[in-house]
């Protein structure tokens, strides 16, 4: 920072505004004898290079040194800045080199004619040049030079030199001086070559003070700047001493040199003067240092009566903002200053922005600045220092910046401390003033014990901030919260938030007054109780779920998480729990897993139901064969005719269970549900008894419904037959459709619902109904309460698969007594889609007289069973058990005319995978595909090529000639 002298630990001795002032005045008059003796050189005025005539002159060497020594001085008194820094350091260079080469020609006795580059034509004698420095002067130069080079270092060794250097040029100076006050040459001129000039010596003097001044913090200048009672006594001692010990033996010299006294006489005289002169002295210097003792120690009183006043208050006070300003206001009265801020960078609020409390004159105020002013790199620069800082001279740029900053216009000197919480520093407290003064001891321990009390403020507001944070946290918390005290004999509930009240319809006062009645389980699990008893006692937490009941009689699930608070000693004091609601979750987790379980039993039905297909089309084909080989024989005829009938049953029986998977083959049109209804209702009354009646609603204008027909006409009378079953005295069974919506709430609690809008179909019995546990298992498959034998189970199981197939959602909703109503959810159809089915064109059927066929089936049962029919049928067929000995015999033999291939087989290729090679390398080549899956559930499993007949299992004869006539009679692409 520019314009200011610091430390980096204050002391106020460090630097002081005198010493500045001190270093610019010897700098400016060495400058000045410099300049004024090189003009009497250059003008040849003998008055300017001399004191008196017949004195030894200054040469131009030395006053051109004591130039650049002036310049380095007025640069040394305002450090910090680069430039002047730099400005110094040279010409402090260049005067030890050009002293350094004197004392080297002293030395070798070579002359490097360095004398010959100011005036070398001003000679006094033949080969003597004017120009040529005294040795004490070269030393002298050299010492300064050293002394300002290294000056601003801070290690020990350094500074020793700093001190032994000014003390032995100071010396040699005084030396000269009394030399020629006292008529010694040898004390000027040591040697024969040359002496040091009157005016030389005096410069020397007033230059070595001024670099002295430089480090105020060291050596004999740390205790003229002390602004203790020592250093006063110091300030008016030594200057008396110095300049009138001197002045007094040069009168009584000078008296005894015109004869007014012998020596006797004069030695009596001049000890009778200075025991009375020192006697002066010391007792002014004492008297002074007393008064400024007594005004120390009023200020001292002083400054401990305010700090008393001001801890009182901190302990007492919670309102902040008050205490803040009173501190700083209480601050500038003490230490007499115009200006006192504190700035809290970090303000407990949380905003962007600067507390500033700015005491000045009889006003105190606190204002907030944001964190972009343009103040604030000077705040930045501060944060990075955790040591206070004293200005003792602010340059105007620096004024501006802590004017904007701190508030003090004008500012030339000051004090800041920083504010410090855990060691970062989070703002300052800054004492200005107008004035250049200086700050003692006691002001920075005062300012010290001033900023604890700051902290312990800026503390205590944190922490009651961050209560007040809790407190709202706790108040406004999703979940309920209730502290117990555990250090009491019995624990004791000592907070409720009012989460918990709505949890449980108690308010707060009924949970606080009775915390057993409103927060406790009606039957209590006691394993749950004695686990938390066991988490207790291991002040461990600990996590239970318990059926809790509302005041209102209704119970939920409360999800309830335990934490020990344990003090500082390791005692435990507190239990935090945490509480919620995590009834609709349990409720949706159910159902999320019910519908796993439901798609994952899909899943196992699918995979039987394709094995039990290939299984029922070797029975089917083979009892077909065996009925029509037998009619000659009646019995074996009635026989194979039974089995074929349970094939066909057991190839139902797939479907249901197909259905159910939603692996079903479906052929979904447009329809009118309404529509459907009337010529379903008209079907349902002549399967129904007359006992029981139908009831049908229908809206009017609702969008149609993209279903199969067939799948939901079963689907229905499924459900009619379950209504029939359940009123066997007869009823009522009400059929409605409407249009619905259904919510995200509705979806989110109904893991197979989607929101939107539904067409709604609704049927409702008037029968006995279903308790819980069987409405839970109401679609599951093979699930019925119905006798042996009087059902599969798979009826409801079925409805649910095409329901979810038809992409709607089901739901049931029964009670023992009141019936049961099914709620069926069918998505609408797409607003283009036409009310109409496609039909599909009748292939040609060519004999199969001379056609070939490669039959591919993993499937040993199954292949030789197709087999058989194939040549019955009049085909030539080739077998191969893989979709690669499929290829290896294509390659071989390519002339087939068609390819009967399963879908699912294993190995590296399947069905899919061989009919596209075969439509790539022998486009000639029909393909015909059948499997256990159906088409929907083949696409779900295989990547199925474009345009290929899928001939689903178990097949009769006539549809296996069927598919293969259709096929084998459609045109080549």
């Given at each position: 920072m520019h314009g200011m002298n610091q430390a980096t630990a204050v002391a106020p001795e460090t630097s002081t505004p005198a010493a500045s002032v001190y270093v610019r005045a010897t700098g400016l008059v060495v400058l000045g004898v410099g300049i004024a003796v090189l003009a009497g050189w250059a003008f040849e005025i003998d008055a300017l290079k001399g004191i008196a005539p017949g004195l030894a002159t200054m040469k131009p060497l030395t006053a051109a040194n004591f130039l650049l020594s002036g310049v380095v001085l007025l640069m040394s008194s305002r450090p910090g800045e680069v430039a002047r820094d730099r400005i110094g350091w040279f010409c402090a260079l260049a005067v030890t080199v050009w002293s350094g080469l004197t004392l080297l020609e002293y030395a070798t006795g070579i002359d490097f004619h360095i004398d010959r580059v100011l005036f070398p034509n001003h000679l006094v004698e033949p080969g003597v040049i004017p120009g040529r420095m005294s040795i004490i002067t070269a030393i002298n130069f050299v010492l300064f030079g050293t002394c300002r080079i290294t000056g601003d270092r801070r290690e020990s060794s350094v500074q020793a030199w700093f001190v032994t250097a000014n003390i032995l040029g100071l010396a040699l100076s005084f030396l000269a001086i009394c030399g020629y006050a006292y008529g010694?040459?040898?004390?000027?001129?040591?040697?024969?070559?040359?002496?040091?000039?009157?005016?030389?010596?005096?410069?020397?003097?007033?230059?070595?003070?001024?670099?002295?001044?430089?480090?105020?913090?060291?050596?004999?200048?740390?205790?003229?700047?002390?602004?203790?009672?020592?250093?006063?006594?110091?300030?008016?001692?030594?200057?008396?001493?110095?300049?009138?010990?001197?002045?007094?033996?040069?009168?009584?010299?000078?008296?005894?040199?015109?004869?007014?006294?012998?020596?006797?006489?004069?030695?009596?005289?001049?000890?009778?003067?200075?025991?009375?002169?020192?006697?002066?002295?010391?007792?002014?210097?004492?008297?002074?240092?007393?008064?400024?003792?007594?005004?120390?120690?009023?200020?001292?009183?002083?400054?401990?009566?305010?700090?008393?006043?001001?801890?009182?208050?901190?302990?007492?006070?919670?309102?902040?903002?008050?205490?803040?300003?009173?501190?700083?206001?209480?601050?500038?009265?003490?230490?007499?200053?115009?200006?006192?801020?504190?700035?809290?960078?970090?303000?407990?609020?949380?905003?962007?922005?600067?507390?500033?409390?700015?005491?000045?004159?009889?006003?105190?105020?606190?204002?907030?600045?944001?964190?972009?002013?343009?103040?604030?790199?000077?705040?930045?620069?501060?944060l990075t220092e955790h040591t206070p800082r004293l200005f003792s001279d602010i340059d105007p740029p620096t004024q501006l910046k802590l004017s904007t900053y701190f508030q003090a216009p004008g500012a030339q000197s000051g004090l800041i401390m920083p504010i410090q919480i855990g060691g970062k520093t989070l703002g300052h407290l800054a004492m200005l003033s107008t004035t250049k003064r200086t700050f003692f001891i006691d002001d920075v321990e005062f300012l010290q014990r001033l900023r604890n009390l700051l902290e312990i403020v800026r503390d205590r507001?944190?922490?009651?901030?961050?209560?007040?944070?809790?407190?709202?946290?706790?108040?406004?918390?999703?979940?309920?919260?209730?502290?117990?005290?555990?250090?009491?004999?019995?624990?004791?509930?000592?907070?409720?938030?009012?989460?918990?009240?709505?949890?449980?319809?108690?308010?707060?006062?009924?949970?606080?007054?009775?915390?057993?009645?409103?927060?406790?389980?009606?039957?209590?699990?006691?394993?749950?109780?004695?686990?938390?008893?066991?988490?207790?006692?291991?002040?461990?937490?600990?996590?239970?779920?318990?059926?809790?009941?509302?005041?209102?009689?209704?119970?939920?699930?409360?999800?309830?998480?335990?934490?020990?608070?344990?003090?500082?000693?390791?005692?435990?004091?507190?239990?935090?729990?945490?509480?919620?609601?995590?009834?609709?979750?349990?409720?949706?987790?159910?159902?999320?897993?019910?519908?796993q379980k439901m798609q994952a039993v899909g899943q196992m039905t699918g995979g039987v139901a394709h094995e039990f297909n290939n299984l029922l089309a070797v029975i089917k084909s083979n009892a077909e064969d065996m009925r029509d080989d037998l009619k000659e024989s009646p019995v074996l005829h009635d026989q194979a005719d039974l089995v074929l009938q349970a094939a066909d049953r057991g190839a139902g029986l797939v479907r249901q269970l197909l259905a159910f998977s939603r692996k079903q083959e479906i052929q979904p049109i447009v329809t009118d549900l309404n529509v459907?209804?009337?010529?379903?209702?008209?079907?349902?009354?002549?399967?129904?008894?007359?006992?029981?009646?139908?009831?049908?609603?229908?809206?009017?204008?609702?969008?149609?419904?993209?279903?199969?027909?067939?799948?939901?006409?079963?689907?229905?009378l499924n459900i009619a037959l379950n209504c029939r079953d359940a009123m066997p005295s007869g009823g009522q069974i009400t059929i409605e459709t409407k249009l619905a919506l259904i919510d995200a709430d509705y979806a989110d609690q109904n893991a197979d619902a989607s929101p939107g809008t539904y067409i709604l179909l609704t049927v409702k019995?008037?029968?006995?109904?279903?308790?819980?546990?069987?409405?839970?298992?109401?679609?599951?498959?093979?699930?019925?309460?119905?006798?042996?034998?009087?059902?599969?189970?798979?009826?409801?199981?079925?409805?649910?698969?095409?329901?979810?197939?038809?992409?709607?959602?089901?739901?049931?909703?029964?009670?023992?007594?009141?019936?049961?109503?099914?709620?069926?959810?069918?998505?609408?159809?797409?607003?283009?889609?036409?009310?109409?089915?496609?039909?599909?064109?009748?292939?040609?059927?060519?004999?199969?007289?001379?056609?070939?066929?490669?039959?591919?089936?993993?499937?040993?049962?199954?292949?030789?069973?197709?087999?058989?029919?194939?040549?019955?049928?009049?085909?030539?067929?080739?077998?191969?058990?893989?979709?690669?000995?499929?290829?290896?015999?294509?390659?071989?033999?390519?002339a087939f005319d068609l390819v009967f291939t399963d879908v699912i087989m294993p190995g590296a290729m399947n069905g899919a995978d061989l009919a596209r090679e075969v439509q790539r390398r022998w486009p000639a080549i029909k393909i015909l595909m059948s499997s256990g899956y159906t088409e929907a559930a083949v696409l779900g499993k295989v990547n199925m090529p474009d345009g290929i007949r899928l001939l689903p299992k178990p097949y009769a004869n006539a549809d296996l000639e069927r598919a293969l006539h259709e096929v084998l009679g459609r045109k080549s692409a």
């Open positions: 010694v040459p040898v004390l000027y001129h040591p040697i024969p070559a040359t002496s040091i000039a009157l005016n030389t010596a005096v410069t020397f003097a007033v230059l070595f003070t001024g670099v002295a001044a430089t480090r105020p913090d060291l050596g004999w200048m740390a205790r003229i700047c002390s602004p203790d009672v020592g250093g006063s006594f110091v300030r008016r001692a030594l200057p008396a001493i110095v300049i009138g010990v001197p002045a007094f033996g040069w009168l009584r010299l000078q008296g005894q040199l015109a004869g007014l006294y012998d020596l006797r006489a004069g030695l009596a005289l001049f000890t009778i003067f200075n025991v009375a002169f020192l006697t002066a002295v010391i007792l002014v210097s004492g008297w002074t240092s007393d008064r400024l003792a007594a005004r120390r120690l009023s200020q001292k009183v002083k400054q401990q009566s305010a700090l008393a006043i001001l801890s009182g208050l901190t302990l007492r006070s919670n309102d902040f903002k008050a205490l803040r300003e009173r501190a700083v206001q209480m601050a500038c009265d003490v230490l007499g200053v115009e200006f006192g801020s504190l700035n809290d960078v970090t303000p407990s609020t949380g905003r962007p922005e600067i507390m500033v409390t700015v005491a000045g004159g009889a006003a105190t105020t606190t204002i907030q600045k944001r964190r972009d002013d343009p103040a604030i790199p000077i705040l930045d620069a501060l507001q944190m922490n009651l901030d961050k209560l007040h944070i809790s407190s709202v946290a706790l108040e406004h918390a999703a979940q309920g919260i209730t502290i117990t005290d555990e250090s009491a004999r019995e624990p004791m509930l000592v907070y409720a938030n009012p989460t918990i009240a709505r949890m449980t319809g108690y308010t707060v006062d009924e949970i606080m007054s009775n915390a057993a009645r409103t927060l406790r389980p009606r039957n209590p699990d006691l394993g749950l109780i004695e686990k938390i008893m066991q988490a207790k006692a291991k002040r461990e937490p600990y996590e239970v779920e318990i059926l809790v009941q509302r005041k209102d009689g209704t119970e939920y699930l409360n999800l309830a998480k335990g934490s020990p608070v344990i003090d500082q000693d390791g005692r435990l004091t507190y239990y935090v729990v945490i509480s919620e609601d995590v009834t609709d979750r349990h409720l949706r987790e159910e159902k999320l897993r019910e519908t459907f209804l009337e010529s379903f209702v008209a079907l349902l009354k002549r399967t129904l008894e007359a006992n029981i009646a139908i009831n049908v609603r229908t809206a009017a204008g609702l969008p149609p419904v993209k279903i199969d027909p067939g799948q939901m006409e079963t689907a229905l019995d008037t029968g006995t109904g279903m308790p819980k546990e069987v409405l839970a298992h109401a679609f599951q498959p093979f699930f019925t309460t119905k006798e042996v034998g009087a059902g599969t189970g798979l009826g409801l199981s079925m409805v649910y698969g095409f329901v979810q197939q038809s992409g709607g959602h089901i739901k049931l909703r029964s009670e023992p007594g009141f019936g049961t109503t099914v709620y069926i959810y069918l998505p609408p159809a797409e607003e283009n889609a036409a009310l109409r089915p496609e039909t599909a064109a009748a292939a040609a059927m060519p004999v199969a007289a001379g056609r070939t066929i490669l039959l591919v089936e993993d499937d040993d049962l199954v292949r030789q069973s197709v087999k058989q029919k194939l040549v019955r049928l009049g085909y030539d067929v080739t077998t191969a058990p893989t979709a690669l000995d499929a290829i290896v015999i294509l390659e071989r033999q390519p």
